[in-house]
T-cell receptor, first 112, second 113 residues
Framework: GNSVTQMEGPVTLSEEAFLTINCTYT??????LFWYVQYPGEGLQLLLK?????DKGSNKGFEATYRKETTSFHLEKGSVQVSDSAVYFC???????????FGKGMKLTVNP | DSGVTQTPKHLITATGQRVTLRCSPR?????VYWYQQSLDQGLQFLIQ???????AKGNILERFSAQQFPDLHSELNLSSLELGDSALYFC????????????FGNGTRLTVT
């Protein structure tokens, strides 16, 4: 079945550091790919998405590119802020399915 | 604020008991999804309803059931509770499902003692 594998962390960075969170997927066909973020005490929020190969999703300084050849959707940010401290989830949906399949999430802490 | 409301925020109950979790979706959204988040299993999809009808089923136990009412709010019923059912239960909604983004509530934290 469909699955998502991502770095689990936790990861601690200093402010202005570069962030990469790896995400790879297993799916047949052409899934849509998402990154969701969960701030402390809140539900998940959509951060960015890409629906076809080579698409780049971007939002709030975060970027991820849909790489079909490596089945990856790595999340990057050039300079993290304390306010980026959260749990980040990679996810996919497939074809007509409306079910999101999530990775296990990665907790990021950014220190000033 | 996502517009999705979940009640209660916290629930503490004993093994063997039954509880009901409630979700009001974002205005205009027809799809409601239930997810369970635990430390060992991560985020697990339980069930989806679309405009009152069950649309998709995931790893939902037979002791659990859900429904979506004509006003589109949804309830998740958990019965014969076990210690392992302790988790954060999220409701999410979307307008069309599929490629539409999901809007999550803040969750109900269930503790079974």
């Amino acid at each position: 079945g469909n699955s998502v594998t991502q770095m689990e962390g936790p990861v601690t960075l200093s402010e202005e550091a570069f962030l990469t969170i790896n995400c790879t997927y297993t799916a047949t066909g052409y899934p849509s790919l998402f990154w969701y973020v969960q701030y402390p005490g809140e539900g998940l929020q959509l951060l960015l998405k890409a629906t076809k190969a080579d698409d780049k999703g971007s939002n709030k300084g975060f970027e991820a590119t849909y790489r079909k050849e490596t089945t990856s959707f790595h999340l990057e940010k050039g300079s993290v802020q304390v306010s980026d401290s959260a749990v980040y989830f990679c996810a996919l949906t497939q074809g007509g399915s409306e079910k999101l399949v999530f990775g296990k999430g990665m907790k990021l802490t950014v220190n000033p | 604020d996502s517009g999705v409301t979940q009640t209660p925020k916290h629930l503490i109950t004993a093994t063997g008991q039954r509880v009901t979790l409630r979700c009001s979706p974002r205005s205009g959204d027809l799809s409601v999804y239930w997810y369970q988040q635990s430390l060992d299993q991560g985020l697990q999809f339980l069930i989806q309803y679309y405009n009152g009808e069950e649309r998709a089923k995931g790893n939902i136990l037979e002791r659990f059931s859900a429904q979506q009412f004509p006003d589109l709010h949804s309830e998740l019923n958990l019965s014969s509770l076990e210690l392992g059912d302790s988790a954060l239960y999220f409701c999410a909604s979307s307008d069309r499902g599929g490629y539409s983004p999901l809007h999550f509530g803040n969750g109900t934290r269930l503790t079974v003692t």
